[in-house]
């Protein structure tokens, strides 16, 4: 079983990493889940990736007080209503917009009641 939870974590520090690069695609989620993996595989990855100079911070403000930074918050809320726009301007069909609507007004309302 360790064998799995290291490939998923190695998989998601790869997403994570290439979120770096893309703006849609998220890093630090991917890096969290990889924490979770790591703790169920590897202690050397996973004490690597909570004290990584880089993503550290964001682990350790959510495992110690489920914290997500302002600048994260802002970031977040604006690429997400990005992708509602692009879907708007793509002229997807009343019910799917509604779905997509109800879904990203959801991690928003989650997102926005973290403390920063």
Do not use: N, Y
């Not at 990493?17 to 890093?27: A, E, F, H, Y």
């Not at 992708?83 to 990203?104: C, W």
């Amino acid at each position: 079983m360790r064998v799995i939870w290291l490939i998923c974590g190695l998989l998601a520090v790869a997403l994570g990493l290439i979120g770096v690069v893309l703006p849609l695609l998220p890093t630090v989620p991917f890096m969290l889940l990889a924490v979770f993996c790591f703790a169920r595989s590897s202690e050397r990855l996973h004490d690597w990736l909570v004290h990584h100079p880089r993503f550290g911070p964001a682990i350790r403000d959510w495992q110690v007080r489920g914290a997500v930074s302002l600048k994260a918050k802002r970031l977040a809320t604006v690429t997400v209503g990005g992708v509602f726009l692009l879907s708007v301007l793509m002229g997807l069909r009343p019910m799917l917009l509604l779905i997509q609507g109800a879904t990203l007004c959801c991690v928003m309302l989650f997102l926005w009641t973290r403390p920063s």
